[in-house]
């Protein structure tokens, strides 16, 4: 939905809906990498679709559906990224470290950076854990690992089911809003401050979203 940009162009009405389409995805994506660390603490019996390495790039992607011209977000979406961000903020820093990782890659790709081999980033998420290895199994025999290494190689994974070698034209990219050096703890505090405001034109106006 983000990428769905039709003959180049997008007007504002369809941006719009494609943001609001593409909210629930995202949210459950964000929940499902916040799940092992609810309430700042990390639960290595929980096994989410994704895992928490990747949590700061969800609350990134958010960045752009926040405190827009028209409400995108619910109030309990709202809420649901400051509970992301405050986990996060409080679990253990070795975790946080590993989000600042993969946000690095992230942000660096968008600046035309060196991105990390997808396996490199993944053996050095889960090098010190002392939990049950199968989410990250799952990780490592999916389609994304040789999908994007083929990409660098300028070849196309088979069945894979992506276009690796078609350049993307993003109806949005929250990551040129940041410089390459930029931070996890710069993500959070952005995100804090879009939410706040948002919330303040909630209870001041009244233009609530069911």
């Not at 007007?11 to 949210?27: E, F, G, N, Q, Y």
């Not at 992607?61 to 977000?73: F, G, K, S, V």
């Not at 979406?77 to 903020?89: K, S």
Request: proline share 4%.
């Amino acid at each position: 939905m983000r990428d769905d940009v039709q003959n180049g162009q997008d007007t504002d009405s369809a941006m719009l809906h494609r943001k609001r389409t593409a909210s629930p995805a995202l949210i459950a994506a964000l929940t499902s990498a916040a799940e092992s660390i609810r309430g700042g603490l990390f639960d290595p019996s929980i096994e989410p679709v994704m895992q928490v390495d990747g949590l700061l790039v969800p609350l990134g992607e958010a960045l752009p559906l926040i405190n827009q011209n028209e409400r995108i977000l619910s109030t309990d979406r709202l809420v649901t990224l400051l509970r992301a961000a405050e986990d996060l903020e409080t679990v253990n820093p070795k975790i946080f470290v590993r989000c600042e990782d993969v946000l690095r890659a992230a942000v660096g790709n968008a600046h035309s950076g060196e991105m990390p081999s997808p396996k490199a980033l993944l053996r050095k998420s889960t090098s010190g854990l002392t939990t049950a290895s199968s989410q990250f199994s799952l990780v490592d025999s999916s389609a994304i690992l040789g999908s994007q290494e083929s990409k660098g190689s300028g070849k196309t994974s088979e069945g894979s089911g992506v276009l690796v070698n078609v350049d993307v034209k993003r109806g949005w990219d929250w990551r040129k809003g940041l410089s390459q050096s930029a931070k996890g703890g710069d993500v959070v505090k952005i995100l804090r401050y879009a939410v706040a405001q948002e919330m303040g034109r909630v209870w001041a106006v009244g233009d609530e979203e069911d």
